[in-house]
Protein backbone atom coordinates (compact mmCIF):
# COMPACT_ATOMS: atom_id res chain seq x y z
CA UNK A 1 0.00 0.00 0.00
CA UNK A 2 1.69 3.27 -1.12
CA UNK A 3 1.37 6.24 1.49
CA UNK A 4 3.04 9.53 0.60
CA UNK A 5 3.94 11.77 4.18
CA UNK A 6 4.37 15.43 3.88
CA UNK A 7 6.03 17.61 6.09
CA UNK A 8 8.02 21.06 6.61
CA UNK A 9 5.33 23.43 5.62
CA UNK A 10 4.95 26.76 8.84
CA UNK A 11 4.51 30.34 8.30
CA UNK A 12 7.35 32.98 7.05
CA UNK A 13 7.80 36.44 6.16
CA UNK A 14 7.30 37.29 2.43
CA UNK A 15 10.89 36.46 1.18
CA UNK A 16 11.73 33.93 3.20
CA UNK A 17 11.93 30.42 2.56
CA UNK A 18 11.01 26.77 3.27
CA UNK A 19 11.49 23.08 2.60
CA UNK A 20 9.19 20.91 1.92
CA UNK A 21 9.23 16.84 2.20
CA UNK A 22 7.30 13.87 1.26
CA UNK A 23 8.01 10.41 2.47
CA UNK A 24 7.28 7.43 0.41
CA UNK A 25 6.07 4.26 1.67
CA UNK A 26 5.35 0.80 -0.16
CA UNK A 27 6.12 3.02 -3.26
CA UNK A 28 8.45 0.81 -5.65
CA UNK A 29 7.28 1.85 -9.32
CA UNK A 30 10.55 1.56 -11.21
CA UNK A 31 9.22 4.40 -13.87
CA UNK A 32 7.48 7.43 -11.94
CA UNK A 33 6.09 11.17 -12.02
CA UNK A 34 6.04 12.57 -8.64
CA UNK A 35 5.56 16.08 -7.48
CA UNK A 36 4.20 18.70 -5.40
CA UNK A 37 0.70 20.35 -6.09
CA UNK A 38 -0.96 23.41 -4.08
CA UNK A 39 -4.72 24.32 -2.81
CA UNK A 40 -5.29 28.08 -1.71
CA UNK A 41 -8.94 28.70 -0.03
CA UNK A 42 -11.22 28.43 -2.85
CA UNK A 43 -9.03 27.68 -5.72
CA UNK A 44 -8.43 24.60 -7.93
CA UNK A 45 -5.53 22.65 -7.08
CA UNK A 46 -2.74 23.02 -9.09
CA UNK A 47 0.39 21.48 -10.40
CA UNK A 48 3.74 23.27 -9.05
CA UNK A 49 6.54 20.83 -9.94
CA UNK A 50 7.38 17.24 -10.96
CA UNK A 51 9.81 14.72 -11.34
CA UNK A 52 10.42 11.65 -13.02
CA UNK A 53 12.29 8.26 -12.46
CA UNK A 54 15.18 9.69 -14.27
CA UNK A 55 15.78 13.18 -12.29
CA UNK A 56 13.52 14.89 -15.02
CA UNK A 57 12.21 17.94 -13.50
CA UNK A 58 9.12 20.68 -14.57
CA UNK A 59 8.13 23.54 -12.88
CA UNK A 60 4.69 25.84 -13.02
CA UNK A 61 5.88 29.18 -14.41
CA UNK A 62 5.12 30.70 -11.24
CA UNK A 63 7.57 29.15 -9.79
CA UNK A 64 10.50 28.64 -12.03
CA UNK A 65 13.70 30.16 -10.48
CA UNK A 66 12.83 30.06 -7.12
CA UNK A 67 11.41 26.56 -6.36
CA UNK A 68 14.12 23.48 -7.01
CA UNK A 69 12.14 19.89 -6.34
CA UNK A 70 14.29 17.15 -5.66
CA UNK A 71 14.24 13.49 -4.46
CA UNK A 72 16.61 11.21 -2.41
CA UNK A 73 16.24 7.70 -3.81
CA UNK A 74 17.71 5.95 -0.73
CA UNK A 75 15.62 7.50 1.28
CA UNK A 76 12.71 7.54 -0.95
CA UNK A 77 11.91 11.04 -0.08
CA UNK A 78 10.68 13.73 -2.41
CA UNK A 79 11.41 17.75 -1.44
CA UNK A 80 10.43 21.16 -2.54
CA UNK A 81 12.97 24.04 -1.82
CA UNK A 82 11.17 27.28 -1.99
CA UNK A 83 13.29 30.29 -1.74
CA UNK A 84 11.72 34.00 -2.40
CA UNK A 85 8.46 32.84 -0.87
CA UNK A 86 5.63 35.55 -1.61
CA UNK A 87 1.96 35.84 -0.05
CA UNK A 88 0.45 34.06 -3.75
CA UNK A 89 2.21 31.00 -2.38
CA UNK A 90 0.18 30.20 0.73
CA UNK A 91 -1.42 27.35 0.28
CA UNK A 92 -1.80 23.68 1.22
CA UNK A 93 0.64 22.02 -0.40
CA UNK A 94 0.07 18.19 -1.36
CA UNK A 95 2.64 15.93 -2.58
CA UNK A 96 1.33 13.51 -5.51
CA UNK A 97 2.94 10.15 -7.18
CA UNK A 98 1.45 7.53 -10.36
CA UNK A 99 3.35 6.02 -12.71
CA UNK A 100 2.30 8.80 -14.92
CA UNK A 101 5.04 10.09 -17.83
CA UNK A 102 5.75 13.65 -16.58
CA UNK A 103 6.33 14.40 -19.85
CA UNK A 104 3.28 13.27 -21.41
CA UNK A 105 1.52 16.72 -21.55
CA UNK A 106 -0.63 16.35 -18.38
CA UNK A 107 1.74 16.72 -15.70
CA UNK A 108 -0.35 19.48 -13.98
CA UNK A 109 -3.65 17.72 -13.94
CA UNK A 110 -5.08 16.42 -10.31
CA UNK A 111 -6.56 13.62 -12.40
CA UNK A 112 -3.61 11.56 -13.52
CA UNK A 113 -2.58 11.00 -10.14
CA UNK A 114 -3.83 8.14 -8.16
CA UNK A 115 -1.41 8.53 -5.03
CA UNK A 116 -1.75 11.55 -2.56
CA UNK A 117 -0.31 12.67 0.40
CA UNK A 118 -2.88 14.56 3.17
CA UNK A 119 -1.18 17.97 2.59
CA UNK A 120 1.30 20.41 4.41
CA UNK A 121 0.32 24.10 5.09
CA UNK A 122 2.83 26.89 3.84
CA UNK A 123 1.64 30.73 4.68
CA UNK A 124 3.67 33.71 3.42
CA UNK A 125 3.05 36.81 5.14
CA UNK A 126 3.61 40.08 3.61
Known amino acids: QVQLVESGGGSVQAGGSLRLSCAAF????????MGWFRQAPGKDREGVAV???????IYADSVKGRFTISQDNAKNTLYLQMNSLKPEDTAMYYC????????????????????WGRGTQVTVSS
Open 26 to 33: GYTFSNYC
Open 96 to 115: AADTYDCFSGSWSNRYVYNY
Open 51 to 57: IDSKGAE
